[in-house]
Every structure is written in structure tokens, then in C-alpha cells.
């Protein structure tokens, strides 16, 4: 069976690598953003470096996008405790981390603006959009929102004991991570190591586990113990006598 095939093995190796990855883009992002690197006033600086907002712009949006199958992983690792929590907690984050993508179009419009006007008006103008309460409840909020979804995902997926000791730690990481990243460069080097250090950990853990324990295959029940039917204990199904 060849890996596009393989219904589980596929999805399972798909969510783990975007877990893994998609940091790596964040950090690339952070740090190809010309405002964020120089820090203070940063009015008219979208406008010089268009070429970097481009490139900035582009990764964070897809450091977002990755996150989306990463989400949908640990929500299906979710089994017998905690499963409402993670399905709440994990729309959540999938709310929150499809606004930001969209949010990342605004970069563009800053650049476009501050070359096409004094820097001051088009920095101006491009601040009046976004404060417009449909980019403010329709975007931003959701969006932070959804980081407070994957935190709590994070804790759903260590309460259902489905991953190492350390998994109560990786939900902090990442959240920590992805806050204090874009204070550069001190934030961003710091932010970046945990939030690789919490999303990368439960990747990898996603890509080394068996394809049985991804399916729920391998008779755990969510807490660490193999299900095991006593003895004489009925299994479910009537023995036929006739």
C-alpha cells in the first residue's frame, strides 16, 4: 500500500509533520519582517520593504494554514477523557488560527498603502480598516481566541493521558511561543525554541507512534492501562445453543 493510500498512516504522518513544521515557518516569518526587526516607529517601513512583507507575510500565513491538520490530530487522539473539552477547545483553535491566516493580507495592504501615500496617511488609513469592528470581532478577537483553543487543547490532550509525562508542559510552550516571538530578537529566538519545543515534541510523537495506537487500535484506554475483559465475563454476544 503505497503512503497517499494508507488512510491511517498518511493522516497520522501528515499531522505530526505540520506540528514540526509549522514553528519553523512562524519563526521565518518573525524574522523576515522588516517592522518587527527594526522595532519603535515603524510607520512607512512596509512601505520600503515591500519584497520582505511579501516574504513575511506569505510564511506567516502558512505557519497558520499548518497548524490546521496538526489540530485536527490531536483532537483525534482525544478518546475517553476529555473529549468534549477537546472538541470545543479544538474549533476553537481552529477558529482562531483560520483568522490569523487572513489577518496576514493586511501586511499587503500596509505596504501598498505606504508607497502609494505619504507613509504616514497610507499607516494611517490601513490602522482606520482594521480598527473597523468587523475586522475587530470578525477577525481579531476569533484569532486570539483560537490561541487560547489550542491551550486548552494542549491540556485536553495531556488530561486524556495521551502522550508523554511531559505533555502538560507543551501547551505552556506554545502558547508562551507564539506571544512572545514577535518581540524581537531576544522573543523571537526564546518564543521560537518553545513554541518548537511544545508543537515540535507532540509532532514528533505523533510521527513515531504506531499506526495501531494513532487508529486507537492497540487496546488503551486513554489512560496508560490495556482494556482486558475478566474472566467469564460475558463479551457482548450471545453463544448459540441450537
Same mark, same amino acid.
Given at each position: 500500500?503505497?503512503?497517499?493510500?494508507?488512510?491511517?498512516?498518511?493522516?497520522?504522518?501528515?499531522?505530526?509533520?505540520?506540528?514540526?513544521?509549522?514553528?519553523?515557518?512562524?519563526?521565518?516569518?518573525?524574522?523576515?519582517?522588516?517592522?518587527? #526587526?527594526?522595532?519603535?516607529?515603524?510607520? *512607512?517601513?512596509?512601505?520600503?520593504?515591500?519584497?520582505?512583507?511579501?516574504? %513575511?507575510?506569505? @510564511? /506567516?500565513?502558512?505557519?497558520?494554514?499548518?497548524?490546521?491538520?496538526? &489540530?485536527?490530530?490531536?483532537?483525534?487522539?482525544? #478518546?475517553?477523557?476529555?473529549?468534549?473539552?477537546?472538541?470545543?477547545?479544538?474549533?476553537?483553535?481552529?477558529?482562531?488560527?483560520?483568522?490569523? %491566516?487572513?489577518?496576514?493580507?493586511?501586511?499587503?495592504?500596509? +505596504?501598498? @498603502? $505606504?508607497?502609494?501615500?505619504?507613509?504616514? $496617511?497610507?499607516?494611517?488609513?490601513?490602522? $482606520?480598516?482594521?480598527?473597523?469592528?468587523?475586522?475587530?470581532?470578525?477577525?481579531? &478577537?476569533? *484569532?486570539?481566541?483560537?490561541? /487560547?483553543?489550542?491551550?486548552?487543547?494542549?491540556?485536553? /490532550?495531556?488530561?486524556? =493521558? =495521551?502522550?508523554?509525562?511531559?505533555?502538560? +508542559?507543551?501547551?505552556?510552550?506554545? @502558547?508562551?511561543? &507564539?506571544?512572545?516571538?514577535?518581540?524581537?530578537?531576544?522573543?523571537?529566538?526564546?518564543? *521560537? @525554541?518553545?513554541?518548537?519545543?511544545? %508543537?515540535?515534541? &507532540?509532532?514528533?510523537?505523533?510521527?513515531?507512534?504506531?499506526?495501531?495506537?494513532?487508529? *486507537?487500535?492497540?487496546?488503551?484506554?486513554?489512560?496508560? $492501562?490495556?482494556? =482486558?475483559?475478566?474472566?467469564?465475563? +460475558?463479551?457482548?454476544? #450471545?453463544? !448459540? !445453543?441450537?
Amino acid at each position: 500500500m503505497s503512503v497517499l493510500s494508507d488512510p491511517i498512516g498518511f493522516r497520522r504522518l501528515v499531522a505530526g509533520a505540520c506540528l514540526v513544521v509549522a514553528p519553523l515557518v512562524y519563526i521565518a516569518g518573525i524574522a523576515a519582517d522588516p517592522a518587527l #526587526r527594526q522595532g519603535g516607529d515603524t510607520v *512607512g517601513v512596509y512601505g520600503r520593504y515591500p519584497d520582505q512583507v511579501s516574504v %513575511s507575510a506569505s @510564511l /506567516l500565513h502558512w505557519s497558520w494554514v499548518l497548524m490546521v491538520p496538526g &489540530i485536527i490530530g490531536m483532537i483525534h487522539l482525544i #478518546r475517553h477523557r476529555g473529549v468534549v473539552l477537546g472538541h470545543l477547545a479544538g474549533g476553537l483553535a481552529l477558529l482562531g488560527v483560520v483568522n490569523f %491566516s487572513g489577518l496576514m493580507l493586511g501586511d499587503f495592504f500596509y +505596504s501598498r @498603502l $505606504e508607497r502609494a501615500l505619504p507613509p504616514a $496617511e497610507g499607516a494611517r488609513l490601513a490602522d $482606520e480598516a482594521f480598527a473597523d469592528p468587523g475586522a475587530t470581532f470578525g477577525f481579531q &478577537i476569533p *484569532g486570539f481566541l483560537g490561541l /487560547l483553543g489550542l491551550f486548552l487543547l494542549g491540556l485536553a /490532550l495531556a488530561y486524556a =493521558r =495521551r502522550g508523554p509525562w511531559w505533555a502538560w +508542559s507543551a501547551p505552556f510552550a506554545m @502558547l508562551a511561543g &507564539i506571544l512572545s516571538a514577535p518581540v524581537f530578537p531576544v522573543g523571537t529566538v526564546a518564543g *521560537g @525554541l518553545l513554541y518548537l519545543a511544545g %508543537s515540535g515534541a &507532540i509532532g514528533l510523537w505523533m510521527l513515531r507512534m504506531s499506526d495501531a495506537e494513532w487508529a *486507537g487500535q492497540d487496546g488503551q484506554d486513554g489512560q496508560g $492501562e490495556t482494556q =482486558r475483559i475478566p474472566a467469564g465475563a +460475558s463479551s457482548g454476544k #450471545r453463544a !448459540t !445453543t441450537r
